[in-house]
């Protein structure tokens, strides 16, 4: 993988995210999210990684993190009717509205 090609981490971000539902596997869910954050390290204007990050910690009951990930993607990408709804949605059912990144000071 060429140091700097976001594409081929969003690309193993979402094998590594198929192999973790397919084999039920936390390992797994672990490497996609290193693969989206690598995606987000190195083009931080990358809404897809922030809403297969949200996609993720929504899955493993962290709110907090996934309401922070949909709001980052659709900050980014307002046509991103997805990280809209799901935002939208985590407010509605937990109250959580996270605009800054978690662990970050403001």
């Avoid at 993720?56 to 990930?69: R, V, W």
Wanted: hydrophobic share 30%.
């Amino acid at each position: 993988i060429f140091p700097h090609f976001s594409d081929a981490y969003y690309s193993l971000g979402n094998n590594y995210e198929f192999q973790a539902y397919y084999n039920n596997s936390r390992a797994y869910l672990d490497s996609a999210v290193s693969s989206y954050n690598m995606v987000i390290e190195m083009d931080s204007k990358e809404y897809r990684g922030y809403l297969r990050l949200g996609y993720l910690y929504q899955m493993m009951g962290n709110n907090e993190q996934a309401s922070y990930n949909f709001n980052a993607a659709y900050m980014l990408h307002p046509e991103s009717v997805d990280a809209k709804a799901q935002a939208e949605q985590i407010k509605r059912n937990t109250g959580l509205d996270v605009r800054v990144k978690p662990g970050t000071r403001q």
